[in-house]
């Protein structure tokens, strides 16, 4: 795999390295910047409107930004797609884990949850932010998000890429776990060469040999904080150490190494009852941890003076 080199710098970044430029990336009412670190929390997925409601009342009172919530899931396996699963809320019973629901069946449920992620925003003061799978969900999802992430898996999608240049609506872009820096920054030039700049970019890990537990399948990479606030001093920075670490008892230590290295926010996943968590749950972390790591955090910022 190459690595950045001056010649790349100027024949095939010169807009993502700029280094007089001052990017504006503002989600809903809120204005992220490189001034004031953010928490981005919430569900893996979007389960009911008692999970968002409760998650989004309690994350606001301990300090976060933005609300975070599954929606569209990408899939490892073709079963079990947790769109379909019941929703208590509204009555709807039937599951078939092994039934591939159409396009349609998907698009229907997923507006229902998308709708509850947008009420539970509004309600608290959080502006949202959900994974795009399909470049033809780009409007029904514009109805519904203040910001569009754009999964590892899709970091390379065209179809993606072109789709939310097209919006006004931000996005953030997460870094594959087996690709480089370079990589990253060529898909925000990408962006920036569609005349698309509001974007940040989240790091969620990378492939090593050893992740020092037999779940995970990345570890963090703290010199990506420094590669990128070096080559692309605009884009502001978030880490995901919930799906990096993979593992609920690293989050807290891993938040704080990634505000203290620079990272301009964070993205947890926080779930009321973390092991019953329908997806990832052994990295969510509970109510009470969560408000642990934001007290923490406070002090990382104030004794760095970065609030
Ligand atoms: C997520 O943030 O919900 C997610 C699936 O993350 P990743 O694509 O980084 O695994
Ligand atoms: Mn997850």
Known sequence: ??????????????????????????????????????????????????????????????????????????????????????????????????????????????????????????????????????????????????????????????DLIEALSATQKPIMIKRHYGESIRSLLGVMEHFEARGKHNFICCERGVAASHTHNAESRAIIDIQAICALNEYAPSVLVFIDPSHA????????????????????????EVHPEPEKAWVDPLQALGIGDFDALMKDIARIEQALKRN
């Open 1 to 158: 795999m190459k690595d950045i080199s001056s010649k790349d710098m100027i024949d095939n970044l010169p807009l993502i390295t700029r280094k007089d430029y001052t990017r504006k990336v503002c989600v809903g009412g809120l204005e992220l910047s490189k001034d004031q670190p953010a928490v981005i929390a919430g569900p893996c997925t979007v389960e009911s409107k008692t999970q968002i409601m409760e998650i989004a009342k309690n994350v606001k009172s301990s300090g976060a930004k933005m609300l975070r919530g599954g929606v569209f899931k990408p899939l490892t396996f073709p079963y079990g797609d947790p769109l379909m699963r019941p929703d208590s809320d509204s009555g709807i019973t039937e599951w078939d884990r092994k039934k591939i629901p159409s396009k349609s069946e998907l698009y229907n449920k997923a507006e229902l949850r998308l709708g509850y992620l947008k009420e539970a925003g509004e309600k608290y003061g959080l502006p949202v932010v959900s994974e795009v799978l399909y470049a033809d969900s780009v409007g029904i999802m514009s109805q519904y998000v203040d910001m569009f992430q754009l999964g590892y898996r899709h970091m390379f999608n065209m």
């Open 245 to 268: 670490t993979f593992k609920r008892g690293y989050v807290r230590a891993v938040s704080m190494a990634a505000i203290a290295a620079g990272a301009d926010g964070l993205l947890i």
